[in-house]
């Protein structure tokens, strides 16, 4: 069974530019749930997608954004760049809600943004 | 909000059990405890999770004390390939505005 997948693996942006991630989780997860991790703040919660509906949201500001689709896929935006949102952003899959259940998660292997 | 408290690094020889302690002293009655790992570059990996009993897996053992405000993994033979950073993790918030603490984990060093 194929893994979670991530698109793209690396990306160079400019301060003020907008950006889409993408991730494919594996087959049949329906859950899937992002993540950015930094040096200085480590790996922290943006937000988890069930059934196309974001169901928690961790504590970061309005410019990160995300969405599912009806085939589980996922994207996250993140608009008006800060060279503070250069970070690996890491997507994670599950079967049900691993926030709500006691579901394990599986990560994809991240996207390494750096804005400029 | 419950958090967990690891120990910065640890060192392990190969070969030996690796014991890995997390403090989460708040965590409520119904939350899980769940163990990742992360090695350089990757993105983190599951091994383990609990409740209240102690758990077993092919990968580790997980011993949740009584009260539950603190748990061990064990790691019964290490080898070169688990050095990587641990995270204990516990989940907070109210439903609907739930999250995540990953802490800054246990970078584990297994000498050979």
């Known amino acids: 069974k194929a893994g979670v997948t991530q698109t793209p693996r690396y990306l160079i942006k400019t301060r003020g530019q907008q950006v889409t991630l993408s991730c494919s989780p594996i087959?049949?997860?329906?859950?899937v749930s992002w993540y950015q991790q930094t040096p200085g703040q480590g790996l922290q919660f943006l937000f988890e997608?069930?059934?196309?509906?974001?169901?928690n949201k961790g504590n970061f500001p309005g410019r990160f954004s995300g969405r599912q689709f009806s085939n589980s896929r996922s994207e996250m935006n993140v608009s008006t760049l800060e060279l503070g949102d250069s970070a690996l952003y890491l997507c994670?899959?599950?079967?049900?809600?691993?926030?709500?259940?006691?579901?394990?998660?599986?990560f994809g292997p991240g996207t390494r943004l750096t804005v400029t | 909000d419950a958090k967990t408290t690891q120990p910065p690094s640890m060192d392990c020889a190969e070969g030996r059990a690796a014991n890995l302690p997390c403090n989460h002293s708040?965590?409520?009655?119904?939350?899980?405890v769940y163990w990742y790992r992360q090695i350089h570059s990757q993105g983190p990996q599951y091994i383990i999770h609990?409740?209240?009993n102690n758990e077993t897996n092919e990968m580790a053992s997980l011993i949740i004390t009584e009260d539950r405000k603190s748990s061990t993994l064990i790691l019964p033979h290490a080898t070169l390939r688990d050095t990587a950073v641990y995270y204990c993790?516990?989940?907070?918030?109210?439903?609907?505005?739930?999250?995540?603490?990953f802490g800054s984990g246990t970078r584990l060093q297994v000498q050979p």
């Open positions: 993790i516990v989940r907070v918030g109210d439903t609907g505005r739930r999250a995540l603490t």
């Open positions: 997608y069930f059934s196309e509906t974001q169901r």
């Open positions: 609990g409740l209240k």
């Open positions: 708040t965590i409520s009655g119904n939350e899980y």
């Open positions: 087959s049949g997860h329906r859950s």
């Open positions: 994670a899959s599950s079967l049900g809600r691993w926030l709500e259940d006691s579901y394990e998660q599986y």
